[in-house]
């Protein structure tokens, strides 16, 4: 049983497109995450949501909107893709708002023609 | 401006031997910092963290240092085995509600047998 999944693993598309991923954890825990490895290897945390409430929010494009139908899932959704949207993108969760440490799924490689 | 830096992008070591992973930070306010492995196409993977009320935390073949004056930690391995080849991410908090780990940049450790 996969603790923390992501669909699709590969996503090929043309710039100018909408495209989403989903991310769904079944450890029961009320907080998830959103991050980004760009081409330096760099995790950097876009969004983080506490029991469907968006509670992180950092500095990412509005072109990027995630959504929380309920705690064991958030999806990403991203428009009018970008040639430097192109990355690895890691949804992640934690037992509560406080807790230090995050699991991560397996990621999703985005590539942007 | 990168907050946590890991300055060798990687490392060979032998078999048996010890492993040695180094990280250094700027943020004088984090005061939770974790080390996470990844394999290829895999999630990152929680491994072993450190408070920074303590300077040493052992786990198994783990062991993680603080040096809070240095601003530095370092993750030993020992023995090393040859399924410890993987990326190690160094990862960093602040004491806040919302977990914001900060990672750095990953170190390919290679275990030669």
């Known amino acids: 049983d996969t603790a923390v999944s992501q669909t699709p693993k590969y996503l090929v598309t043309q710039m100018g497109n909408d495209k989403s991923i989903k991310c769904e954890q079944n450890?029961?825990?009320?907080?998830m995450y959103w991050y980004k490895q760009d081409s330096k290897k760099f995790l950097k945390i876009m969004f983080s949501?506490?029991?469907?409430?968006?509670?992180i929010n950092e500095t990412v494009p509005n072109r990027f909107s995630p959504k929380s139908p309920d705690k064991a899932h958030l999806n990403l959704h991203i428009n009018s893709l970008e040639l430097g949207d192109s990355a690895v993108y890691f949804c992640?969760?934690?037992?509560?708002?406080?807790?230090?440490?995050?699991?991560f799924g397996p990621g999703t490689r985005l590539l942007v023609l | 401006d990168q907050q946590v830096k890991q300055n060798s992008p990687s490392l060979s070591v032998q078999e048996g031997r010890i492993s040695i992973l180094n990280c250094d930070y700027t943020n004088s306010m984090f005061d939770y910092f974790l080390w996470y492995k990844k394999y290829p196409a895999e999630g990152p993977t929680f491994l072993i963290s450190?408070?920074?009320?303590?300077d040493k935390n052992e786990d198994g073949r783990f062991t993680v240092f603080l040096n809070k004056s240095a601003k530095h930690l370092s993750l030993h391995i020992v023995p090393s085995q040859p399924g410890d080849s993987a990326v190690y991410f160094c990862?960093?908090?602040?004491?806040?509600?919302?977990?914001?780990?900060?990672f750095g940049q990953g170190t390919r450790l290679t275990i030669n047998p």
């Open positions: 949501y506490n029991n469907k409430e968006l509670i």
């Open positions: 992640a969760s934690s037992p509560f708002q406080g807790s230090k440490t995050q699991y």
């Open positions: 450190i408070s920074s009320i303590k």
């Open positions: 990862a960093a908090s602040a004491d806040q509600g919302a977990q914001k780990l900060v």
């Open positions: 450890l029961g825990h009320d907080t």
